[in-house]
């Protein structure tokens, strides 16, 4: 079973960066694609950013320009490294793995703990 661990949440003020760590156990990693989610307070777990095996990103329009999602195939794992933060950027932020299929990520694993980034105005 496929085990994710987020990592690097904090607490920043606005227009500053924190940069997040998903590590994966599973044998290959190649293969698969990665995303990142976020919940904020009261709110709907969204998708903020994802990339697929081969390197192809996207972004939801919210973070476009503040964040930027990588992957280091050797380490096991992904990154969120997100600037310019916003106070709407508060929220527990979780990644995933999953196929990626005509430019969409799906999510196939259990969700880990997540972890908190909170941003003061």
């Known amino acids: 079973q496929v085990q994710v661990t987020e990592s690097g949440g904090g607490l920043v003020r606005a227009g500053g960066s924190l940069r997040l760590s998903c590590e994966v156990s599973?044998?290959?990693?190649?293969?698969?694609?990665i995303g990142w989610y976020r919940q904020g307070y009261d709110k709907q777990r969204e998708l903020v950013a994802s990339?697929?095996?081969?390197?192809?990103?996207k972004y939801d329009d919210s973070v476009k320009g503040r964040f930027t999602i990588s992957r280091d195939n050797a380490e096991k794992t992904a990154y969120l490294q997100m600037n310019n933060l916003k106070p709407e950027d508060t929220a527990v932020y979780y990644c995933?793995?999953?196929?990626?299929?005509?430019?969409?990520?799906?999510?196939?694993?259990?969700w880990g703990q997540g972890t908190q980034v909170t941003v003061s105005s």
């Open positions: 599973r044998s290959t990693f190649t293969g698969i694609a």
């Open positions: 990339i697929s095996s081969d390197g192809i990103v």
């Open positions: 995933n793995v999953g196929s990626w299929n005509n430019g969409n990520f799906r999510s196939f694993a259990a």
